[in-house]
């Protein structure tokens, strides 16, 4: 059963950086065929797909945040990071880890997903 | 980017009945939609994908389907742990998802 698990600090400053890391448990991050997504969703409101790291290292990124965002890994650590540039107040969100890619092969198709962090943007 | 509009906004409905979801996108998605539930505090679950395929372990009273631009989700016949949110979600063209539909009693 894998199980993915999100930690990062709850509060970061306006035009700071937010970083997170998820911690990936029973199975590899660099297994073949899998996925590694970053979601987020605004309060009381829908999804955002930020972005997602492939099982080989290449990063895709939504073209809205794209200039803003950095996905990595570390295969040593089981664990990718997301870290996003210049937030403000619009980026308060529970942001989730999530794995895609058993289904079909589609990145998008979540099978497993963390159980959110929220971060606030606040001075 | 594609837009995806879901209808209703909420669903009122009794336990034992059907319930029918729309999803519209902006433009033509072929199949690839999906559709998932989120509970309340809860992360987002995959129910069908593919427009018409139901993900692992769910049950047959979810039905999809539709394609292009135009989408259904219907629930046979509501269970209690049925109410929750729906969301559709295109990936034909990275993702995108609606805005959701609540379903409550």
């Known amino acids: 059963q894998v199980q993915l698990q999100e930690s990062g600090p709850g509060l970061v400053k306006p035009s700071q950086t937010l970083s997170l890391t998820c911690t990936v448990s029973g199975g590899s991050i660099s297994s073949g065929g899998y996925y590694w997504s970053w979601i987020r969703q605004h309060p009381g409101k829908g999804l955002e797909w930020i972005g997602y790291?492939?099982?080989?290292?290449?990063?895709y990124y939504n073209p809205s945040l794209k200039s803003r965002v950095t996905i990595s890994a570390d295969t040593s650590k089981n664990q990718f990071s997301l870290k996003l540039s210049s937030v403000s107040a619009a980026d308060t969100a529970v942001y989730y880890c999530a794995r895609g890619g058993a289904y079909s092969g589609y990145a998008s198709l979540i099978d497993y997903w963390g159980q959110g962090t929220l971060v606030s943007v606040s001075s | 980017e594609i837009v995806m509009t879901q209808s209703p906004a909420t669903l009122s409905v009794s336990p034992g009945e059907r319930a029918t979801l729309s999803c519209r996108a902006s433009?033509?998605?072929?199949?690839?939609l999906a559709w998932l539930q989120q509970k309340p505090g809860q992360a987002p679950r995959l129910l069908i994908y593919g427009a018409s395929t139901r993900a692992t372990g769910i049950p047959a009273r979810f039905s999809g389907s539709g394609s292009g631009t135009e989408f259904t989700l219907t629930i046979s016949s509501l269970q209690s742990e049925d109410f929750a949110v729906y969301y559709c979600q295109q990936y034909s063209h990275w993702q995108t998802f609606g805005q959701g539909t609540k379903v409550e009693i």
């Open positions: 790291i492939s099982y080989s290292g290449n990063t």
């Open positions: 433009q033509s998605v072929s199949s690839n």
